[in-house]
């Protein structure tokens, strides 16, 4: 049993140490948002935040988690709202499948967390292991600057 | 099925300043009335002609919901957006009342697969006749229960205001309408100037549940009892399992059912990662005869062109009639590699065996309706015993593996009955086992005048197929081909007129007095192929657009003139002038290192029309290409989403900026070995450049799709920019430093 926190709730998963985070979010915890896109870190759809700093999670294992902090696409909500991050991402329409921009939003959190101003060259630097096959990545960088002039 | 929620319309109007939206509806159908006359059925519009019965397309509910049924699915391309704007408009109902049932077997109506660009001619107009059937209907009824004549009546989020202060509404009268009726055809939608939600700013519906972590993909589906299954692919394509002890995989962890049928081999287990670890060790068991049969990937641009084709199409002939022979004759040949679909997301399904032994699939695949036939037969039951429903995936960009993935799922359910099992590829079976958009070559000669302009143009193609979709047989989907019993892949066919595949867009749209294109189809397939975005448009268009080019600077002339010269068509006309102009053409000034290219086409001949301008730099010390800005310029006829169309076409550019720079599935004489993002690199955010759209709305026209529309001309536009910046012609993709640094000191 491996214990953490799970958007600022105490969760238990009852996972063999060496399952991938990623696995035990989505089929144990129900978490959705991150996604599994390659099992080695080199595209980013399963990016979620460990204390604060962006992780892949599908090769982490859960077990380096325990008493740590988790968050993931649902826990940056606000009252069940979208977060000002979030909502800049719907004002620029800035997907089109949507499927990698999970691990682009963590991603881009944790640039906005560190770095409030980001210029344009910062964001497409913080997200150039976020791959996006739909050619949305102006919309995204956009979406970010838009969510640090909006903050 | 997808199923969008109803989302807060307060949240889209707060959205709307900023966001415009697009897609193409025209005007109604008079053709309707003539054919009711002479007994005829009516032609219906779009895809309501196979699919008649108004309560095929939508459902009315006392409850006051709207349930709007569609056979296209949702790719990432807005469809159910643009859709819902449309049925909202034409029935007058507030869009958040509309409930989008799509891509569900046992529900939907049968629009066949989402591909091509259709889905806006053919399931836009289908909708908007069924809105504005229902809501004749509804006012038919109100006046007969007012006692009211049926003229005069408005409708505000279906509360209906008849003559003398009538009133009624469609949820009471929702009870007493039937549906179970064929559209007549004879209702004229409305006035385009009179919509509310079509052609203006509209965010998409899928997106706030998409950004905030609601359960929208396939990937996210949980039902209670989930199990997790995995497959073992071969090593090569045609290998054969001779020996596989499934002992040792039988007794780990977890592991509820190893399935071995021939040479297919897959795991079901408790947990995800049981299944993962099953499959590796089933893979590492598993003994097999391979086969050493690939030309390689260096190789096949001369097997394609040594290869006996299985048939030679004249494309289109038209010799020139009479005149002076040409002056000069100019030649080249152009090569495509095979390219990925590459979704970021590797295809998955959900399926269960259900106690009336339906075999029920969650599915992200295009073609449910035909996949759902190809998997029956694969299963060797009936038809109605296999329901497939959509539920979106990663975007695909075409036939990728989903449809794999629905039929592994069910081979998986298959054998653990009652149970639900989920399937998610590997990154490796995805980059490995999809089918590539083919490899091409493309001979171009012209003869000119004296003046540098065409007199004869001949194109001659060599290809492998660009279709291999299910199409209701078993052995297009790919275990199906490895069972004990296999089913063999049927023979593909080349698409012909007018959408064409391998020599889609092979003819040019240009006006040359002789005119002669042969389309050399090869079936054998080397490797696994399929369609991917455009088919052999992005290739036809890279070689027509980079010869023009060729053409322009033999005779001297500015590239823009050169194609305005030999081009009539108007909105072709238009798209070019437009990108030029947005691009600033005329005031551009060279710098060494710089170069600018232009690239057009009219998608298909029939479908959208899309120039694409741009300026690259090229570092001649290492060959590296930098696409500096691009400029696209569309027409899609009349836009139902504005925004929807400039997300289309730039995503698509950015897409063909991906392909033509860094992408080309390797392969040696035995596998495939571009195995993963690092050993097939694409664009990443530091190498996209700006990119502007700009769209010529045309209200009345007919729809025209869109989303492929964008891939030749981009790809065409950087050979040009990078040939105007080193003087140095490419015709072989992908323009890596590799490449272009060898070409450069050549």
Redesign the interface.
């Known amino acids: 049993m491996i214990s953490f926190k799970l958007n600022g709730r105490e969760v238990k998963a009852d996972a063999p140490d060496d399952a991938p985070l990623l696995f035990v979010l989505n089929n144990d915890l129900g978490v959705n948002g991150a996604k599994f896109g390659c099992g080695k870190s080199q595209c980013g759809a399963c990016t979620v935040l460990i204390e604060g700093e962006p992780a892949r999670s599908c090769s982490i294992k859960v077990s380096s988690v325990a008493g740590r902090s988790v968050v993931t696409l649902a826990g940056l909500t606000e009252n069940g709202k979208p977060s000002k991050l979030q909502q800049a991402f719907i004002d620029e329409q800035a997907a089109q499948c949507g499927y990698c921009t999970s691990g682009m939003i963590m991603q881009a959190q944790a640039l906005l967390d560190r770095n409030p101003n980001p210029t344009d060259a910062d964001v497409r630097s913080a997200l150039n292991g976020n791959l996006c096959r739909c050619g949305s990545h102006n919309r995204v960088v956009r979406a970010v600057l838009r969510a640090a002039k909006e903050a | 099925m997808t199923v969008i929620p109803a989302t807060d319309r307060r949240?889209f109007l707060k959205?709307a300043g900023?966001?415009t939206l697009a897609f193409a509806i025209p005007a109604g159908d008079a053709l309707a009335q003539a054919a009711a006359l002479a007994g005829a059925k009516p032609k219906l519009p779009g895809d309501m002609e196979t699919n008649r019965k108004l309560g095929s397309w939508l459902r009315i509910g006392a409850d006051g919901a709207v349930t709007l049924l569609v056979g296209k699915v949702e790719?990432?391309?807005?469809i159910l957006t643009a859709v819902t704007q449309i049925c909202a408009d034409e029935l007058d109902v507030d869009i958040g009342r509309v409930k989008l049932i799509s891509g569900d077997t046992a529900q939907s109506p049968n629009e066949g697969t989402t591909a091509g660009s259709f889905s806006m001619p053919n399931c836009a107009p289908a909708v908007r006749q069924a809105a504005a059937e229902v809501r004749a209907l509804l006012i038919e009824m109100a006046a007969a229960k007012t006692g009211k004549p049926a003229e005069g009546w408005t409708v505000a989020d279906g509360a209906m205001s008849g003559p003398d202060g009538a009133k009624a509404s469609y949820w009471e009268l929702a009870s007493g309408l039937s549906l179970e009726r064929e559209a007549t055809g004879a209702v004229k939608p409305k006035n385009p100037a009179d919509y509310k939600y079509v052609g203006k700013e509209f965010?998409?519906l899928?997106?706030?549940g998409?950004?905030?972590?609601?359960?929208?993909?396939v990937?996210?589906l949980?039902p209670e009892g989930?199990l997790?299954g995995q497959v073992v692919r071969p090593p090569t394509y045609k290998a054969k399992l001779t020996a596989l002890d499934t002992s040792a995989a039988e007794k780990m962890?977890g592991v509820v059912k190893v399935v071995k049928n021939g040479s297919f081999v897959g795991v079901v287990a408790q947990?995800?990662?049981q299944a993962v670890a099953a499959a590796a060790a089933l893979a590492a068991a598993a003994k097999w005869e391979v086969e050493k049969a690939l030309p390689t990937s260096d190789g096949i641009f001369d097997w394609l062109q040594k290869t006996k084709p299985a048939k030679v199409i004249e494309t289109k002939k038209q010799p020139r009639n009479g005149g002076d022979p040409a002056v000069k004759t100019l030649e080249a040949t152009y090569f495509r590699p095979y390219h990925m679909h590459?979704?970021?997301?590797?295809s998955a399904a959900v399926a269960v065996l259900g106690a009336d032994g339906v075999m029920t699939i969650d599915t992200h695949s295009q073609s449910v309706f035909e996949t759902s036939e190809a998997i029956a037969m694969m299963l060797g039951v009936d038809k109605s015993k296999v329901r497939c429903r959509h539920v979106?995936?990663?975007?695909c960009?075409g036939h990728n593996m989903a449809d794999d993935a629905a039929a592994d799922a069910a081979l998986l359910a298959a054998a653990v009955p009652g149970r639900p099992v989920k399937l998610?590829y590997?990154?490796e079976q995805e980059h490995r086992w999809e089918p590539y958009g083919s490899a091409m070559v493309i001979k171009t000669k012209a003869g000119v005048d004296k003046d540098g302009n065409v007199l004869d143009w001949d194109l001659e193609l060599f290809s492998t197929p660009h279709g291999t979709r299910p199409g209701s047989h078993a052995g297009n989907l790919l275990s199906a081909r490895y069972l004990e019993k296999p089913f063999e892949m049927p023979t593909p066919q080349n698409g012909g007129p007018p959408n064409y595949a391998a020599d889609r867009n092979g003819i040019a749209l240009y006006d040359f007095p002789g005119h002669n294109v042969l389309t050399n189809f090869i079936t054998d397939m080397p490797v696994r192929v399929s369609s991917t975005r455009g088919l052999g448009a992005y290739a036809n268009v890279f070689a027509i657009e980079s010869f023009m080019d060729e053409l322009a600077r033999a005779a001297g002339v500015d590239p823009i003139q050169y194609r305005l010269r030999h081009l009539k068509d108007p909105r072709g006309r238009d798209v070019i002038a437009k990108a030029a102009e947005t691009f600033g053409w005329d005031k551009w000034q060279k710098k060494d290192g710089r170069g600018r290219g232009i690239g057009f086409a009219k998608y298909k001949n029939i479908a959208g029309y899309c120039a694409v301008a741009l300026e690259v730099e090229v570092n001649k010390r290492n060959g590296r290409v930098r696409v500096v800005r691009a400029v696209a310029a569309a027409d899609s006829g009349h836009l139902v989403n504005p925004?929807g169309v400039r997300?289309?076409i730039?995503?698509?550019?950015?897409?063909s900026l991906?392909w033509t720079l860094k992408e080309e599935v390797k392969f040696d004489d035995t596998r495939v070995t571009s195995e993963?993002?690092?050993t097939y690199p694409?664009l990443?955010?530091?190498d996209?450049p700006?990119?502007e759209v700009v769209l010529i709305d045309r209200p009345g026209a007919p729809f025209l799709g869109t989303g492929e529309a964008a891939q030749g001309p981009t790809g065409a536009a950087l050979a040009n920019a990078v040939a105007d910046a080193t003087g140095v012609r490419f015709r072989r993709g992908p323009f890596t430093p590799e490449r272009v640094k060898a070409g450069l000191t050549a």
């Open positions: 949240g959205a900023s966001i790719l990432g391309q807005g965010p998409r899928d997106f706030p998409k950004f905030t972590g609601q359960a929208m993909f990937q996210e949980r989930l997790f962890p947990r995800e990662e590459g979704s970021i997301g590797t979106q995936g990663s975007g960009y998610q590997t990154r925004d997300n289309q730039e995503g698509g550019l950015i897409q991906s993963d993002w690092v694409i990443t955010f530091a996209v700006p990119v």
